[in-house]
């Protein structure tokens, strides 16, 4: 069943427009060091432009394991501070992970901020920054961040809504193969595979 969900996938004409090119980008980058544990370095990015939903939100936060490629979406605005970042991330990501050793993310003013600076010097997190003329050092996140667009826009044809359909859109992302981690991200992070709205009884195969 598996597999012949994963051939429609690839022949469906509106799957195949909405996907963006992974073509490896040219030059040199820096290599991040691997890290050791589950969550132990994360990477984040905003991503903006999206409409304004029904309760008022028009970006999302997105920060992904850089072990185990498990991401979360987190609701939020662009007109949203630097101290209104750090609770949402702490609420996202800390409340359920911990504090990582390090975050990557690109030069945005929210992140090179004082306030976000000291907050993370106090917890012990390093803070490594993508350059701005190679934002592809942050690859992780940009090919995260067009995924989530292309399911937005393949799955709420009603604009407005993309909020309410965050959630399981974020579940669907978790739950199936990720490339690079070679398995399920959701089984990797909790070992167990999750019951979702089509139950592909993968552990009984």
Not at 5 to 11: E, I, L
Not at 31 to 37: D, I, K, N, V, Y
Not at 116 to 124: E, F, M, N, V
Request: net charge neutral; proline share 7%.
């Amino acid at each position: 069943m598996v597999t012949d969900a994963q051939r429609y996938v690839a022949a469906c004409p509106i799957c195949q427009r909405m996907k963006s090119s992974h073509q490896r980008p040219t030059g040199l980058l820096q290599p991040l060091g691997p890290p050791q544990r589950p969550w132990q370095h994360v990477t984040m990015d905003f991503v903006t432009g999206l409409p304004t939903g029904s309760i008022g939100n028009d970006a999302v936060l997105v920060v992904v394991d850089r072990l185990m490629k498990m991401a979360h979406f987190a609701l939020c605005r662009t007109t949203f501070t630097a101290e209104e970042t750090v609770r949402l991330f702490i609420s996202t990501v800390v409340r359920l992970h911990g504090i990582p050793a390090a975050i990557v993310s690109d030069q945005d003013p929210k992140f090179t901020s004082k306030f976000w600076q000291d907050t993370w010097a106090r917890y012990g997190t390093r803070l490594q920054f993508s350059s701005n003329y190679h934002s592809q050092t942050d690859g992780q996140s940009e090919r995260t961040n067009q995924t989530m667009e292309q399911l937005i826009r393949t799955n709420c044809p009603d604009r407005n809504k993309w909020e309410e359909a965050l959630p399981m859109l974020e579940f669907s992302y978790n739950n199936a193969p990720s490339a690079t981690a070679n398995h399920f991200s959701f089984y990797l992070n909790c070992g167990m595979y999750p019951t979702g709205p089509i139950s592909t009884n993968v552990e009984s195969q």
